[in-house]
């Protein structure tokens, strides 16, 4: 296994990140996840564009486009695989402990990881905990996980593959890495940025693809919604069959199998819309 580190390829046992690194000590970090098949990115541009708008939420330097293509190519070409998970990884990089940064530049890590294609129907469970849509890192992809980490445990010991946050004020928000979608008397809604939610590569082309409502919704928006999907890199479209105790017969739904048609369709024909 190649990754990519600070400049050049390494193997796997030599690709070593200070302990300094502020992205450890303090999760100052961010990062994108890109599917790649056959070597080949998906919607890369608009990856990058988001990395760029997280390093600035953040208040870190740009990122160079040009060298995380670049990173990107080198890992995809160094490590063939069928279906991959490339995860870039752009941190404060070498700091002191506490929370100001160094002077040292930021960290790049581009890494791949094998996966597969998921199942087209899932379950879900909602969480106690909240997302808070005023937060200074609202709407960041940032390496600070732990939260998504502690609900997605919850979400397999109730057997389901992940948990829904709602925000502060009720409203339904988003998974830990995922956008949610309900359909409601044959209209797909999605919650909107200002709910908390991450602005999904994924969910923004769904939107763009199938006419798809940015709407407040209520948390309890999943107990009578006609069907309920799931979008993300790694899981495209994908039906909810189960929300909780809800179980939703038949999914995916006509409005949601369109969805995942319309989806397979326009992303084969463009790998980077």
């Excluded at 969480?127 to 397999?156: M, Q």
């Excluded at 923004?204 to 693809?209: A, T, Y």
Aim: proline share 6%; with cysteine; net charge negative.
């Amino acid at each position: 296994m190649k990754i990519w580190l600070d400049g050049g390829l390494r193997d796997i046992e030599s690709a070593r990140v200070s302990v300094f690194d502020h992205g450890l000590t303090v999760g100052d970090g961010i990062f994108e996840t890109v599917k790649a098949q056959d070597g080949r990115p998906f919607a890369l541009t608009r990856h990058l564009d988001r990395l760029t708008r997280s390093a600035r939420g953040l208040g870190l330097p740009d990122p160079d486009h040009d060298e995380v293509r670049r990173a990107c190519a080198a890992v995809l070409d160094a490590n063939p695989m069928p279906l991959g998970r490339l995860r870039i990884t752009y941190t404060g990089g070498h700091g002191p402990l506490g929370s100001d940064r160094g002077e040292h530049g930021p960290t790049l890590v581009v890494a791949l990881g094998e996966t597969t294609r998921r199942p087209d129907t899932t379950a879900v469970v909602t969480v106690p905990w909240t997302r808070n849509e005023r937060g200074a890192v609202t709407g960041l992809k940032t390496t600070s996980y732990a939260e998504n980490v502690v609900a997605l445990a919850r979400a397999h010991e109730h057997g389901a593959s992940e948990a829904l946050f709602g925000n502060t004020v009720g409203q339904l928000c988003e998974g830990t890495g995922s956008n949610v979608f309900v359909v409601l008397d044959g209209e797909i809604h999605t919650p909107p940025p200002a709910s908390g939610c991450l602005a999904g590569i994924t969910r923004q082309l769904v939107i763009e693809w199938t006419g798809a409502q940015e709407t407040d919704l209520p948390l309890d928006v999943l107990e009578r919604a006609d069907e309920v999907f799931l979008t993300s890199t790694l899981r495209d479209v994908q039906a909810v069959h189960r929300v909780d105790g809800r179980e939703l017969p038949g999914a995916p739904g006509p409005v949601t199998a369109k969805a995942m048609r319309v989806f397979d369709e326009r992303a084969g024909a463009d790998l980077d819309p």
